[in-house]
């Protein structure tokens, strides 16, 4: 079973390394931005609030807010990118377009119209966008209420059928004209899916530049998560409860056993679920393409997540053909994901959906206190 978890432990009796310990999940100040809206009051920060609890990829929370009663302003932190996992800052802005439409929900909620405006300032491509607020009735929803119990869920899902009506439902709350919404759902187009997904997880693992700027965003102990609220951690992982236990007591992975478990998380656990779905937008992949493409994704995980279902991106094929535009190399996975998309057409998000059999847990996040600007 250590093994299988990849998590180079050799065995129970690590627990006394220093810097290791076993600490509990969602303890702490590093989660207390998930009691939302908790006491807040005041419109414009229970909307800020909302915009950090966002997915983001490899949870780099790329970006600060600046609030006054007429708007909240959404800024990407640059800085706060993977490298050459993300070379073209696609999932950087796809991130920032999550935290805009946690935005909008959250407006309505609390009883102000959102005018949301991406990026309105064409000499400010860090202003990502202003979501201008303007006193209204509220208007409690579902979504608003999925956004603290919303989680990315890398455990293994049911791999039966999806239940009849969930591709509509999920087309429907797709409503930007500029993206497409790719449905795989027959064994045929899973199965290619999964396979192609693998072979894209070993290009990763086999490309020094990626792996290691991937690993940078992994928090070992209770002290890296606390002092960093932010990247990726055991407890996101979808283990069991023993696998999470035995990790946080052994010492850090290194990266080779991180991107062996990731390989075999993959295999296993991480192409289970009941269908495959992929937003595109035209070729020409503009930065707000990629804003609306995040805002669709959070929309669709907020509902899935009121439905019970679990959902985790899973966006290695588009890593590797951002790879592969980048380096200029052989267009192997840009081939693959033009299969699935079409030629005309650009894979933004990635993603499967399906029932899982455990709970996800919260990822840390930064307060706003530390991102506000
Ligand atoms: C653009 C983007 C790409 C992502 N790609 C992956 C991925 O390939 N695999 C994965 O397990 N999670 C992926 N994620 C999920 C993030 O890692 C996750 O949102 C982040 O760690 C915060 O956790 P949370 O969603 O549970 O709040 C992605 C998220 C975004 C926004």
Redesign the pocket.
């Known amino acids: 079973m250590l093994g299988a978890a990849g998590l180079g432990i050799a065995g129970a009796g690590l627990v006394a390394l220093p810097g290791c310990g076993v600490y509990a999940a969602e303890d702490g100040e590093a989660f207390a931005a998930w009691e939302f809206p908790g006491g807040e009051r005041i419109p414009e920060r229970v909307v800020a609030r909302a915009a950090l609890?966002g997915?983001?990829?490899?949870?780099t929370q790329p970006w600060g807010v600046a609030i006054s009663p007429a708007a909240v302003e959404l800024r990407a932190r640059f800085d706060r990118n993977l490298g050459t996992m993300d070379g073209l800052r696609r999932?950087l802005h796809?991130?920032l377009g999550?935290a805009v439409e946690n935005m909008a929900i959250a407006a309505a909620a609390v009883g102000r119209a959102a005018t949301v405006a991406l990026l309105p300032d064409p000499t400010d491509p860090a202003l990502v966008a202003r979501v201008a607020l303007t006193p209204a009735t509220a208007r409690p929803s579902a979504l608003f209420d999925a956004i603290p119990n919303?989680?990315?869920n890398?455990g293994p899902y049911l791999d039966g059928a999806a239940a009849p009506g969930l591709e509509a439902a999920l087309r429907g709350l797709q409503d930007e004209r500029s993206l497409e919404f790719h449905w795989l759902d027959s064994l045929g187009e899973r199965a290619r899916f999964r396979q192609e997904t693998i072979d894209a997880t070993e290009a990763i693992t086999g490309d020094a530049d990626m792996s290691r700027d991937s690993d940078r965003w992994y928090r070992h102990t209770a002290e890296e998560i606390v002092a960093n609220r932010d990247g990726?951690s055991i407890d996101?992982a979808g283990l069991g409860a023993s696998e999470r236990t035995l990790g946080k007591a052994g010492a850090r992975p290194s990266e080779e056993s991180a991107n062996t478990y990731w390989l075999d998380a993959t295999r296993t656990r991480?192409t289970t679920g009941s269908a495959f779905a992929i937003l595109s937008s035209t070729t020409e992949s503009t930065r707000v393409d990629q804003l609306r493409v995040?805002r669709v994704?959070q929309r669709m995980h907020l509902w899935a997540t009121s439905q019970g279902l679990g959902m985790?991106?899973?966006?290695?094929l588009a890593?590797r053909q951002d790879r592969e535009e980048a380096q200029k190399l052989e267009p192997r996975f840009t081939r693959a994901l033009a299969s699935f998309v079409g030629s005309g057409r650009r894979a933004q998000?990635l993603f499967r959906i399906g029932y899982p059999w455990e709970r996800?847990f919260?990822?840390a996040r930064r307060p706003l206190e530390w991102v506000l600007s």
């Open positions: 609890l997915a983001s990829p490899h949870n999932e796809i991130g999550c919303r989680h990315t890398r990726t996101a991480h995040g994704y985790q991106p899973l966006n290695q890593e998000m996800a919260a990822s």
